[in-house]
């Protein structure tokens, strides 16, 4: 069975950091595009950012691009988002996910999602 463990969130002030880490059990997610969304309250799911499987390429929402960096550790299956800078606005709960690139943008690969970690910025 698999199963994708979001921890790290927390409370942080504006311009604060945190690191985010996703760790996969159940499958070796070392062949897979990995990637992190956010739902922030009334909204829908949002794409933050993905890795390629090697950890070569790294592609980032607008909104997150130079603040936040994703990064892997394939021997321990696990997937990072160091998060610097923060706004009230990345207020949200965080997910790690297998993805795939669909013609609507990166999606969800296996419909699999952890239980997600709390991010709250405060002003």
């Known amino acids: 069975q698999v199963q994708l463990g979001e921890s790290g969130g927390g409370l942080v002030q504006t311009g604060g950091s945190l690191r985010l880490s996703c760790a996969a059990s159940g499958r070796t997610f070392s062949g897979y595009y990995m990637g992190w969304f956010r739902q922030a309250p009334g909204k829908e799911r949002e794409f933050v950012a993905v890795i390629s499987p090697s950890g070569t390429n790294r592609i980032y929402a607008d909104s997150v691009k130079g603040r936040f960096t994703i990064s892997r550790d394939n021997a321990e299956n696990t997937v990072f988002l160091q998060m610097n800078s923060l706004k009230p606005e990345d207020t949200a709960i965080y997910y790690c996910?297998?993805?795939?690139?669909?013609?609507?943008?990166?999606?969800?690969?296996?419909?699999?999602w952890g239980q997600g970690t709390q991010v709250t910025v405060s002003s």
């Open positions: 996910t297998a993805v795939v690139l669909r013609t609507t943008g990166w999606q969800n690969r296996d419909g699999y």
